[in-house]
């Protein structure tokens, strides 16, 4: 199809009379290029399949006069590519086959120039070329396999999934993109609305069901063309389950369940599991059971068990095969949630269990749980105190004997007929040492011991009168020596009774018989088992008698009654005007505030070790001082110098210098610059002012060394003085002592000087005979040097 618009000079030449007409005066008038042709767009159909070019339409130009002078450019999309154009007569063609869903529309533009000058003629134009679709495209669905639920016994319409298709044609332009739906596999229980894809159901609330079929394939087709005849199609799988609803109750698999359980059994115990069937799923097929009725009711119980949705029945009382051999029990089995739509509330289902006891041989057992028997605690040895019985359950009716079980009764105070089980005493009982006692008796089967059991039994013992009275406390108390007589009470007491009489305790006071006629004091029963002692004179004396004992007689109103003779100290004291005490006695009251005498002696002891320890820690860290240097008056040595370093030996002349003793001057310059510490820097002058002190030199550490001429003694005593006051004054000397001796053995020695400064030099063999005659000191030395060399062979 080919469009073509000419628009004619003479419109143009109207157009530009108009315009000069409209412009003011004075304004150059402007002219309007003149046009001589123009197009709007071409029409091409897509997929061509001829062999040739497929034409397209015509440009044509007014200036265009048939002379072969004009030539015709085309530029834009595809341009020499996917279109070409006759230069010479403008015929416009397409090289190759297109396609609309690729690309609908190309833009181009076209100009005519001169061939000789290549100028252009006419302005550039633009014009569009559009495909024209064909039905060249098959419907495509979103997904290749859709998949969808719905309830079982969903209603006729019921929605289930919609699907979706689409074709890449174009759908303004003819039916090539009006989709149809349609479903070819799936009939009868499915349909699809032709229009929006939507499958529902097509069957009723009968038909669907889930337990007889639970998944369904359909496939649905999507036609274009509107579905017309010659229209393409395709196609996708829909896959549709069945949800399960509540619609079955459980039913039993049995009608008659039969179980049998040891009667030993405790509560608790399992019997036996009961399945029932449901031909639902999930929360749907989840059940319970009940014991509804039966024998067994109160003696078994049931629960589901969660993981299989079995019932579990179990034992939840003693079981006793000589008293019931057998139970019958109705079960009821339903869900747990019921679906009102499809079952009503009396959809269960019902079965009979039967469970028969399996008969054991049973430990014996006693009539009670436990025993209690009461006994004066005056009980002679062999009194009975009560009896245990208990009996074979099992039908054989074994004979039971009866023993103590000892770990209850250590102290083998009770004792239990094996017979009778009758229980008496084998020792005496206290109460007050113990009022209750615990024991256990054993009841064994006499033809099978394995076979037993325990009881336990209480023993009470009652209270006799067998305790008398006695005085709360020691009672010491004092009288001043002036008082009334009978008027001033000096003391109230009490007592107390070990007893426990089942109307209280009640006691009684009085003044011993021996006491009565010469006491000093008087006794007065308060009525409330207490009594207050009175004076019975005006006046006493501290120094004819610092000291009465007061006897009482204490009886408690119990039978038989019991009585006790307690006393009282009673102290002289001298009192104040108000009747305080002032003065005693040497001997204190006990009853006076303050600390016993045992406790001032631990005290004292725990001063006393406290004392030895920070003595002793005192006069360790006293003693911890450097060992002397020279331990002995024979252990001299030549240099003994101490300044933290190691010396060199006998080759060493820089430790010491023995010319520094013979020859002093010469060296004073070399000692006054050396004698400083070399790790501290002086910075304060010597506080105090050298002087000469002359000393004596007739000790032995100040005398010259042997070979030094007597001349030079002062020089050394002097030297030495001096060097002992620059090191005690001087705040830089070195902070330890250093102790030199120079060749000096001392007075008195009969050896001569063991110096190595006068050793010979020479290795030959030395004659140590001389050492014999030093004297019992040096025999050992004599020993060791003067044997021969033999004697070590």
């Known amino acids: 199809m080919r469009t073509k618009n000419m628009v004619k000079s003479k419109y143009l ?146 929605s289930v999934i919609q699907v979706t298709a689409t074709d890449a044609d174009d759908g303004m332009y003819g039916n090539s993109a009006k989709l149809v739906y349609s479903i070819s596999q799936g009939h009868p229980y499915f349909s699809v609305d032709p229009n929006t894809g939507v499958i529902r159901t097509a069957l009723g609330p009968g038909d669907m069901d889930r337990e007889q079929r639970e998944n369904y394939q359909v496939v649905i087709e999507a036609k274009d063309m509107a579905g017309q005849r010659g229209g393409l199609t395709g196609t996708t799988m829909v896959n549709i389950t069945l949800t399960d609803v509540n619609d079955n109750p459980p039913r039993f698999t049995q009608s008659i369940y039969q179980f049998r359980v040891p009667e030993s059994s405790k509560s608790g115990t399992p019997v036996g599991r009961i399945r029932a069937a ?27 068990d969660k993981a299989t949705q079995e019932g579990v029945i179990t034992v939840s009382k003693p079981l006793d095969y000589e008293k019931k051999p057998s139970y019958t029990v109705e079960i009821q089995v339903q869900n747990t949630q019921i679906d009102p739509r499809f079952m009503s509330a009396g959809s269960k289902d019902m079965a009979t269990v039967r469970i028969a006891v399996e008969d054991e041989d049973e430990p014996p057992l006693f009539d ?23 009996i074979d359950p099992d039908g054989a009716r074994s004979i039971v004997k009866y023993a103590i079980d000892r770990r209850t009764d250590m102290d083998h105070l009770f004792n239990v007929h094996p017979e009778n089980g009758s229980v008496f005493l084998l020792k005496s009982l206290d109460r007050e040492e113990a009022a209750w006692h615990n024991i256990s008796v054993i009841a064994i089967e006499l033809h099978n011991s394995r076979q037993s059991s325990h009881v336990s039994v209480f023993i009470h013992l009652l209270d006799v009168n067998d305790n008398a009275p006695t005085f709360a406390t020691v009672y010491e108390t004092f009288v001043c020596e002036r008082t009334k007589a009978g008027q001033v009470r000096i003391q109230t007491v009490s007592a107390v009774d070990a007893d426990e ?51 009482v007689v204490i009886t408690d109103g119990d039978f038989p009654m019991q009585s006790s003779t307690g006393t009282l100290t009673v102290r002289v004291c001298t009192c104040d005007r108000e009747g305080n005490m002032e003065l005693c006695n040497a001997q204190p009251l006990s009853s006076a505030p303050g600390l016993s005498t045992g406790a001032l002696i631990a005290i004292l002891l725990c001063a006393i070790i406290l004392l030895m320890i920070v003595v002793l820690f005192t006069a360790l860290k006293r003693q911890r001082k450097q060992e002397p240097l020279i331990i002995s008056k024979e252990d001299v040595r030549d240099n003994v110098v101490s300044y933290n370093d190691e010396g060199g030996g006998e080759e060493d002349t820089q430790a010491f210098d023995i010319g520094a003793l013979r020859h002093p001057q010469s060296t004073a310059i070399l000692e006054e610059s050396t004698k400083q510490r070399r790790d501290i820097i002086p910075t304060d002058t010597l506080l105090y002012a050298p002087y ?49 001796t120079y060749a000096y053995e001392g007075a008195g020695s009969v050896a001569e000087s063991l110096s190595s400064l006068g050793s010979m030099s020479s290795e030959a063999d030395q004659d140590y005979q001389y050492l014999s005659d030093w004297g019992p000191r040096f025999r050992k030395l004599a020993d060791l040097y003067g044997a021969e060399d033999s004697d070590f062979s």
């Open 501 to 551: 009489p089942s109307a209280g305790h009640k006691f009684f006071f009085s003044l011993a018989p021996e006491g009565t006629y010469r006491s000093n004091f008087t006794i007065r029963d308060n009525g409330d088992s207490t009594a207050s002692i009175l004076t019975r004179r005006a006046s006493y004396s501290r120094l004819q008698q610092s000291m009465y004992l007061v006897p």
């Open 692 to 740: 000469r002190q002359h000393g004596s030199c007739s000790s032995g550490l100040l005398m010259p060394p042997v070979g030094v001429p007597s001349r030079d003694n002062g020089d050394v005593c002097e030297f030495i003085n001096q060097r002992v006051l620059d090191n005690d004054c001087n705040p830089t000397a070195p902070p330890y002592d250093s102790l030199a």
């Open 368 to 390: 009670k749980d436990s025993y209690l028997m009461e006994v004066k605690e005056d009980a002679a040895v062999g009194t009975a105190l009560g009896s245990v019985s208990a």
């Open 278 to 304: 449901d031909k639902d799923v999930g929360k749907n097929a989840e059940m319970y059971f009940t014991i509804v009725s039966g024998d067994g009711l109160d003696t078994f119980d049931i629960f589901t």
């Open 13 to 158: 030449a109207l157009a530009n009379r108009k315009e000069a007409a409209a412009a003011p005066r004075g304004e150059k008038l402007l002219k309007r290029v003149r046009r001589g042709w123009m197009w709007n767009q071409f029409f091409l159909q897509e997929e061509y399949t001829g062999s040739d070019y497929q034409y397209i339409g015509k440009l044509q130009s007014d200036q265009d006069h048939g002379n072969g002078l004009v030539k015709y450019v085309l530029s834009g999309e595809g341009a020499g590519t996917i279109f070409v154009i006759d230069e010479n007569n403008g015929d416009l063609h397409a090289t190759r086959r297109l396609d609309r869903e690729e690309k609908a529309f190309y833009i181009l533009k076209a100009t005519v120039v001169n061939k000789r000058t290549g100028q252009k003629l006419e302005p550039e134009t633009e014009f569009i070329i559009k495909l024209h679709d064909i039905n060249d495209n098959e419907p495509h669905f979103s997904q290749e396999v859709y998949t969808g639920t719905v309830p079982e016994r969903s209603d006729i319409g019921t």
